[in-house]
């Protein structure tokens, strides 16, 4: 038998949303191993839980957890850490790696169901659709007056695998497209009709800007005072990348001083957002609970390379996306 050999090993999956559309991917991880245990709690672990479940474990699907040094201390067998998407910010690489950890992740498998909600949170801005919603369900009618895509400039920070297909989706609204990314696909770019701006000039150009760009130290808080400052006055600003990129309190500035109109994130510096911050309270904020990649083709896709990814290695070959 092919797996024969990975009977004597356990495998811990914390991404909470593992095999929830496609069952046969629990069934073959359990069929393949000695043992699999699932978080229970619904939410990403802490680095104290991870550190009482880890012992003993031999790989591990990883949602958006804190594998932190303490956590990858308190395993003595553990071979893999298979992300279940596509950030490792959360991961203690260095550590993984000096503890002979194998770290592998999933790129590309949400990639659309993200471009796809950045569009649906523009046009939810642009429209003010949630708030015609709720006034509508208490009776109302009022006239509600919006923006257009159309002939709008649309920045996006970031033209990666999301970037790209955003700025692909985006070309049917007959809006202009702008982006910088540091490394730029100049070929794409041509092809697909997306002006490539140095940083300062998206900003001073765009609508609608769509952060589609990885945490990194040189992103941390890219989005600050001055940033914000730089931004076309009454543009809308759409994160569906990760909170740690925005300073909230400059965010909340920026809305308040009326030189943003409004901002959708999907993503928080703090998760779940604490629910006093000022930013969950002004109505020109629209915001989600980190779901962009919460779709039945990302949660699969997502689920089958971890998979892979994580089986990989345990049968001693080479995983097809590894990070360290």
Avoid at 58 to 64: F, S
Avoid at 210 to 228: A, C, G, I, K
Wanted: hydrophobic share 40%.
């Amino acid at each position: 038998m092919e797996n024969e050999g990975l009977k004597n090993y356990r495998v811990l999956v914390t991404a909470t949303s593992y095999g929830h559309h496609d069952p046969r991917l629990k069934t073959r991880l359990e069929e393949a191993v000695g043992e699999v245990v699932y978080n229970t709690t619904g939410k990403p672990l802490t680095s104290q839980q991870l550190q009482t479940l880890l012992p003993g474990m031999d790989a591990y699907i990883a949602g958006l957890d804190e594998v932190d040094r303490p956590a990858l201390l308190s395993t003595q067998r553990l071979k893999v850490i298979s992300r279940y998407g596509v950030g490792v910010d959360n991961i203690d690489l260095a550590t993984a790696a000096e503890r002979g950890v194998a770290v592998t992740n999933t790129p590309g498998a949400n990639s659309v169901s993200v471009a796809e909600l950045a569009i649906g949170l523009m046009l939810s801005l642009a429209r003010s659709i949630p708030e015609a919603v709720n006034v509508t369900r208490q009776g109302e009618w009022p006239r509600c007056s919006g923006v257009s895509l159309q002939g709008k400039t649309v920045g996006i920070l970031g033209l990666g695998m999301i970037g790209r297909l955003l700025s692909r989706r985006l070309a049917g609204f007959d809006c202009q497209i702008v982006a910088y990314d540091p490394f730029p696909d100049e070929a794409f770019a041509r092809q697909n009709g997306v002006e490539l701006l140095p940083m300062q000039q998206v900003l001073a150009q765009a609508d609608f800007l769509s952060l589609n760009m990885p945490l990194l130290p040189e992103t941390r808080h890219l989005v600050n005072d001055e940033f914000l400052a730089c931004m076309k006055p009454g543009a809308y600003l759409v994160n569906t990348a990760r909170g740690e990129i925005i300073d909230e309190a400059a965010l909340v500035r920026a809305l308040q001083n009326g030189q943003l109109r409004g901002a959708a994130l999907d993503a928080f510096c703090q998760e779940p957002p604490d629910a006093a911050s000022t930013l969950l309270s002004l109505p020109q904020v629209l915001v989600t609970p980190h779901m962009g990649a919460h779709t039945d083709s990302a949660i699969n896709a997502m689920g089958r390379m971890a998979l892979e990814g994580c089986l990989a290695v345990l049968q001693g070959g080479v995983p097809q996306y590894r990070v360290v």
